[in-house]
T-cell receptor
């Protein structure tokens, strides 16, 4: 199957710090998505990107669709405790979304 | 407007039993997708269905697994003769017709095979 590599695997940061995580693939995708998953819940869509080079913001979150269409990054500014969770990138090809292995974020108050 | 509803939230089955997982899509959504998530892993695509049709089942194991989305009622993911390796969280997602972007996930069913 498709391999999406997310980094870092985990992050421990102080409240108020900015966060950056990225996702790379050996294949091209038409759409990149970023999801957040809380324990025991399903993933919730944060940001969707549809064009290479696109930069999109949603509140304190900013994500970009890489020019090569093989990567994407997500930034979170001024982190707060409720940002804790696992963040997944997903790339779309055809009917399927291929998910990365996730970045676990811990915010220390 | 209720979200994607999955039930049960937790399901325990003994080896060899059948597991039936249900998913009711959001109102107005006619496309349903099933994903499986193993502990500390990302979600893996299993199957994509529209009403009464299986569109893409390339992620479904060849044996013991089946899915349906009847004209009336929820989508069902059925696992026959479960084994310990089937223990995972199973998520359903739905989208309206013609949506090329991300869809809405349910809260999942956590299957434990003992």
């Amino acid at each position: 199957g498709q391999q999406l590599n997310q980094s870092p695997q985990s992050m421990f940061i102080q409240e108020g710090e900015d966060v950056s995580m990225n996702c790379t693939s050996s294949s091209i995708f038409n759409t990149w998505l970023w999801y957040k998953q809380d324990p025991g819940e399903g993933p919730v869509l944060l940001i969707a990107l549809y064009k290479a080079g696109e930069l999109t913001s949603n509140g304190r979150l900013t994500a970009q669709f890489g020019i090569t269409r093989k990567d994407s990054f997500l930034n979170i500014s001024a982190s707060i405790p409720s940002d804790v969770g696992i963040y997944f990138c997903a790339g779309r090809r055809g009917n399927q979304f291929y998910f990365g292995t996730g970045t676990s974020l811990t915010v220390i108050p | 407007n209720a979200g994607v509803m999955q039930n049960p939230r937790h399901l325990v089955r003994r080896r060899g039993q059948e597991a039936r997982l249900r998913c009711s899509p959001m109102k107005g959504h006619s496309h349903v997708y099933w994903y499986r998530q193993l502990p500390e892993e990302g979600l893996k695509f299993m199957v994509y269905l529209q009403k009464e049709n299986i569109i893409d089942e390339s992620g479904m194991p060849k044996e013991r697994f089946s899915a349906e989305f009847p004209k009336e009622g929820p989508s069902i993911l059925r696992i026959q003769q479960v084994v310990r390796g089937d223990s995972a969280a199973y998520f359903c997602a739905s989208s309206p017709p013609g949506t090329p972007y991300g869809y809405t996930f349910g809260s999942g069913t956590r299957l434990t095979v003992v």
